[in-house]
């Protein structure tokens, strides 16, 4: 999993400035691993940046497909989604960095614990308002 990847930038309990930009630099590195992933089943909506669906132009046109398209197709577009929302939290994440806000929490404001941001570098909420926004 991605988290387990990236909890490896984050090796100590400081968060210092060398540790935000490895941080940062794996992050950059996984989105552009998640637009590879996203174009090679998907189309970007012109429109709406980072808005992919599935391509269906591929699919073939024999009815006994059909079922089993609709299924690969829902698989997909999970995937696709999965991924757009992993890309909007790592975006999110980018931008705190670089507006000195990684670590606090977006509801609350507290520091997120070094353990979470280990476990969850995304993590845009303390362990309290995530806990209760469940
Ligand atoms: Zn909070």
Redo the contacts with the bound molecule.
Sequence with gaps: MTNDILAYSINSNKMDKANLLKLKNNLQKRIENIDKELSAIASENPLVRGDFDVRVDNLGESQEDTAQEAGELDRQQALVDALERERKEIVATIDKIDSGKYGK?D??S?EISPNRLRAVPVAA??I??ASQKR
Excluded: F, P, V, Y
Aim: proline share 0%; hydrophobic share 25%.
């Design positions: 929490c509801n609350c507290a909420l303390c309290t308002c």
